[in-house]
C-alpha cells in the first residue's frame, strides 16, 4: 500500500507535479510493452497482403508507434521529455486474425520509459485500427501492457 510520504507526483497540499528527477543516477533503462489487435481472417490476410484501401498499413504502424514514443511527453501528463536512444516497434500478423504488437524502448536517463513503450504500442494499434477500418469496423484492441522494465532505483521488472 501506498503512504503519503510515497506519493511521488503529488505535493505536500495533494497537487499534481511533475517529479523532480535531478538528483537520480543516469542509468540505462530499457522498457518493453505489447497489446493486441483482433481482427477476421480475411483482414488479417488483406493486412498481409498489402491490399488495404488506405495502402501497405504495417511500415505505417510502425512509424506511429515509434512517433508516439517520443512525442508521450506531449500525451501524458506529468511524464518527463526524455531522448530516447532506440524505439523498436514489431508487427507480427497471424494470419487467424491477431497482430500483436511489441514496442521496446531505451533510453540512458535518470527517468525510465515505460510510458514510452505503452504509449507506442497503443498508437501502432490505434494506427493500425485507422488503417483497417475501412473493411472492418469491429476490430479489438486488447491486452495493452508493460512487458518488462531494467534500470533505475526500482529495479528489474519481468511480467511472469
Not at 501497405?56 to 506531449?74: C, F, M, N, S, W
Amino acid at each position: 500500500m501506498v503512504q503519503g510520504d510515497d506519493l511521488t507526483h503529488l505535493d505536500a497540499d495533494g497537487h499534481a507535479r511533475m517529479v523532480d528527477v535531478g538528483d537520480k543516477q543516469v542509468t540505462a533503462r530499457v522498457a518493453e510493452a505489447e497489446c493486441r489487435v483482433v481482427m477476421s481472417p480475411d483482414t488479417a490476410a488483406r493486412l498481409l497482403d498489402g491490399d488495404l484501401p488506405k495502402g501497405d498499413a504495417l511500415p505505417v504502424v510502425r512509424i506511429a508507434g515509434i512517433q508516439a514514443a517520443k512525442r508521450t511527453h506531449e500525451l501524458v501528463p506529468l511524464c518527463h521529455p526524455l531522448a530516447l536512444d532506440g524505439v523498436e516497434v514489431d508487427v507480427d500478423v497471424d494470419p487467424s486474425g491477431v497482430a500483436h504488437i511489441r514496442t521496446r524502448v531505451r533510453v540512458t536517463g535518470r527517468t525510465g520509459v515505460e510510458m514510452e513503450a505503452l504509449t507506442a504500442a497503443s498508437v501502432a494499434a490505434l494506427t493500425l485500427y485507422d488503417m483497417v477500418k475501412a473493411v472492418q469496423r469491429d476490430v479489438e484492441i486488447t491486452d495493452l501492457r508493460l512487458v518488462a522494465k531494467s534500470g533505475g532505483r526500482s529495479g528489474d521488472y519481468r511480467r511472469g
